[in-house]
């Protein structure tokens, strides 16, 4: 067997091999949808992670996969190598990018990053902190408020993670974490959740905090199903009530009395017949029909008649008493 047939059969690799590269794997490929800028690195780190680690490529940034002795797997090793850097500089800004273009391995580029952009410190627990105490549920409703929490969790948990134990100890100190966390997070909330807050704190033992969001998130539902109905039944009883408005008005206008012979009463309740109301005040228009001036005509006349409150009879006798007097 020649030694061109030995390289063909040693580069024949299995998909599963870091060494594979498919053929839709080329350098310009873009892993994550937003570009590192140099600020929010552990979720670009994470994001990187799961793209590469999609893609069996973790091992070159992580240190395992390191330079083969075999020389027949070298020039596929930096293949491989090269295609990481790439896709790594593509989730880079300019300055960034420029900064660590000459890094020859996918995991000095990686250490360096962590280096220059990952290490945790107090300024930024401090920040993270301070937005825990600050955030809560405001005008926003439940998924919102849970959304903007829970991405503050998970950016503390990048920067202290727990390390695994064998004794136990992990499980308690994360299970406290937990309980802190669904406080905080019930702490947060409007104080029209007051009740179903305390029927959750009430709970024992303590539901995890997906099992509190469920239970907020149901009540929640019922809430804006019971403010549409009520919303529904306002309306119907609105629009009822318009439509009774409308036909006693149109039964008004129906109505014509045979005395005055005007619209909107009848006879029995006409006030030229029953007499007219105490507070009852005559409007003067430029036009008039013949019964309104006929009416008006026979107010002025009784005024007339009847200065002072007195009838025409008692102002004759009234007279007839000065002239006797005079004689």
Not at 155 to 175: F, M, R
Not at 223 to 237: G, K, L, P, Q, V
Request: glycine content about 6%; overall charge positive; proline content about 3%.
């Amino acid at each position: 067997m020649s030694k061109s047939s030995n390289t063909s059969s040693a580069l024949t690799l299995d998909s599963s091999n870091p060494l594979y590269l498919h053929p839709s794997d080329h350098p310009g490929m873009i892993l994550v949808a937003k570009s590192f800028d140099g600020t929010g690195f552990g979720a670009w780190k994470r994001a990187m992670t799961i793209a590469l680690l999609a893609k069996n490529k973790l091992s070159f940034v992580n240190g395992i996969s390191i330079t083969p002795t075999n020389p027949s797997f070298l020039a596929q090793w930096q293949r491989c190598n090269d295609t990481v850097i790439s896709w790594i500089l593509n989730t880079l800004s300019g300055d960034i990018s420029a900064s660590v273009l000459y890094t020859e391995t996918a995991h000095n580029l990686w250490v360096e990053l962590n280096d220059r952009y990952g290490q945790v410190n107090g300024a930024k627990l401090y920040q993270l902190q301070k937005s825990i105490c600050a955030i809560s549920q405001g005008s926003g409703d439940i998924a919102t408020y849970f959304t903007k929490i829970k991405a503050i969790w998970d950016e503390l948990n990048a920067l202290n993670s727990i390390p695994p134990c064998s004794c136990g100890v992990s499980h308690l100190l994360a299970k406290r974490e937990e309980v802190q966390r669904l406080v905080q997070f019930l702490m947060g909330l409007n104080s029209s959740y007051d009740s179903i807050r305390g029927n959750i704190l009430m709970m024992k033992p303590l539901p995890s905090i997906s099992e509190a969001y469920a239970i907020l998130i149901q009540d929640e539902n019922q809430r804006e199903i019971h403010s549409t109905n009520i919303f529904s039944t306002e309306s119907s009883s609105m629009n009822a009530n318009s439509r009774n408005s409308y036909s006693r008005f149109e039964n008004m206008k129906s109505e014509v009395c045979t005395h005055c012979k005007k619209s909107g009463h009848t006879s029995n309740k006409c006030y030229r017949l029953v007499g007219f109301p105490k507070d009852f005040k005559f409007i003067k228009t430029k036009r008039f029909s013949a019964n309104n001036a006929s009416s008006e005509a026979d107010v002025t006349e009784q005024k007339e008649q009847a200065p002072l409150g007195l009838t025409s009879e008692q102002i004759g006798d009234l007279l007839q008493l000065l002239q006797k007097s005079y004689s």
